[in-house]
């Protein structure tokens, strides 16, 4: 039974199993890291659709002021 690059690393002793050791840490930090940023990506993405939701709203609303001022300008200065 071969347990490739790990057979070597065990033959060392203590440095290898430390290796080992430091290797795992490594990858456990590296999956928590990944999954963070993950987590965080799904946050930003949920916060920019609220916030281009809020902006739609904004500037449809400004849109119909804009059109009321226009046609309220255009009364007045038609009438004289």
């Known amino acids: 039974m071969s347990f490739g690059p790990f057979e070597v690393l065990t033959q060392y002793g203590v440095v290898g199993i ?3 050791a ?3 840490l490594c990858w456990m930090f590296l999956n928590k890291l ?3 940023e ?8 949920e916060l920019e659709g ?6 739609e709203k904004k500037l449809e609303e400004n849109t119909e002021s804009s059109k009321s001022l226009k ?9 004289k």
């Open 18 to 20: 430390a290796v080992l």
């Open 22 to 24: 430091l290797g795992y």
């Open 34 to 36: 990944l999954k963070s």
């Open 38 to 45: 993950e987590e965080l990506k799904a946050k930003v993405e």
């Open 50 to 55: 609220d916030y281009r939701d809020d902006l």
């Open 71 to 79: 046609e309220t300008i255009l009364l007045l200065f038609s009438k």
